[in-house]
T-cell receptor
Framework: GENVEQHPSTLSVQEGDSAVIKCTYS??????FPWYKQELGKRPQLIID?????GEKKDQRIAVTLNKTAKHFSLHITETQPEDSAVYFCAAIGSTNAGKSTFGDGTTLTVKP | KAGVTQTPRYLIKTRGQQVTLSCSPISGHRSVSWYQQTPGQGLQFLFE???????NKGNFPGRFSGRQFSNSRSEMNVSTLELGDSALYLCASSTGLAGGQETQYFGPGTRLLVL
């Protein structure tokens, strides 16, 4: 089955700096890669996603890149703010496993004011 | 549209008991997935239902089961509870029609504590 590895497990940055979180996946059939943000005590919320036919997607301060050949994708957050502090999860889904997201173990991002 | 809802939000049970959790998806969504979230294991997929049929299953023992009703609401049941079943149980809904390439929307979760 699919396996997703996520690094780093914790990340601390100064406000205004950039943050990068990386994930690798094992199943070449995976074709959809969402990123979720989970604040303490709250549900995971989608912040950005990318499909396998796209190499990069950007939404204001957040961007995601996908390298299908290397089977890795990354989340980039620029100009970080204290409210970006949360746990971030990457996930992978394949067309034959609709509804079954395989998640990375999460990255706890702390943005220091 | 109303979001995904889950009931109850909190549960305390003792070992050996059974529990049933409920999830109501976003209106029009026919796929409901269940996940177990623990500090040590992260988010683990339990199973997914689409149009009342289990379409995908994770690697959990048979004590974990589920079903889906004709209105797409889903229930998850855990029998013979063990201490290790203490976790946040999240459900997520989607239309289920995009071949996997679509967003799953999560409910607030049910926090289960087994004593």
């Amino acid at each position: 089955g699919e396996n997703v590895e996520q690094h780093p497990s914790t990340l601390s940055v100064q406000e205004g700096d950039s943050a990068v979180i990386k994930c690798t996946y094992s199943d070449s059939a995976s074709n959809y890669f969402p990123w979720y943000k989970q604040e303490l005590g709250k549900r995971p919320q989608l912040i950005i996603d990318i499909r396998s036919n796209v190499g990069e997607k950007k939404d204001q301060r957040i961007a995601v890149t996908l390298n299908k050949t290397a089977k890795h994708f990354s989340l980039h957050i620029t100009e970080t703010q204290p409210e970006d502090s949360a746990v971030y999860f990457c996930a992978a889904i394949g067309s034959t496993n609709a509804g079954k997201s395989t998640f990375g173990d999460g990255t706890t991002l702390t943005v220091k004011p | 549209k109303a979001g995904v809802t889950q009931t109850p939000r909190y549960l305390i049970k003792t070992r050996g008991q059974q529990v049933t959790l409920s999830c109501s998806p976003i209106s029009g969504h026919r796929s409901v997935s269940w996940y177990q979230q623990t500090p040590g294991q992260g988010l683990q997929f339990l199973f997914e239902y689409f149009s009342e049929t289990q379409r995908n299953k994770g690697n959990f023992p048979g004590r974990f089961s589920g079903r889906q009703f004709s209105n797409s609401r889903s229930e998850m049941n855990v029998s013979t509870l063990e201490l290790g079943d203490s976790a946040l149980y999240l459900c997520a809904s989607s239309t289920g029609l995009a071949g996997g390439q679509e967003t799953q929307y999560f409910g607030p979760g049910t926090r289960l504590l087994v004593l």
